[in-house]
């Protein structure tokens, strides 16, 4: 018998416990969000770029070709002399220094300039 008295008082609590959804039918549980960010990651990809001295080349307009520091020119290829560079010889360019402009600065008020004549 002990037994049944455990199983006549458990029985009306676990029907409770499941109870009628007829309440909350018409409601969701709250969803859950997330949110994505991303991130960008900026790369550089260096080639290495080589140049064949032609006929009449200087040291000097190689450089400026290539936008680099003629001493960097130099210095990558283990020359001493500026001036002593030979036709078919080959270089090695190193990468250009990145450049930044900046424009020239403008009147904060953003109106054209006037100016002003008395006669005398």
Partial sequence: MGWLAIAAVLFPVVV???GDDSE??????PLLTTTTTTTIVVT????????VVQSGDTLSKIANRFSVDQ???MAVNGITDPDHIEKGQELR???????TETLPATASSGL????TTTAP
């Fill in 16 to 18: 409770a416990a499941c």
């Fill in 24 to 29: 909350s039918a018409g409601t969701l549980p």
């Fill in 93 to 99: 360019i190193p990468a250009p220094k990145a450049v």
């Fill in 44 to 51: 550089t990809t260096t080639t290495i770029t080589y140049y």
């Fill in 71 to 73: 001493a960097e020119l």
């Fill in 112 to 115: 054209p300039a006037t100016s």
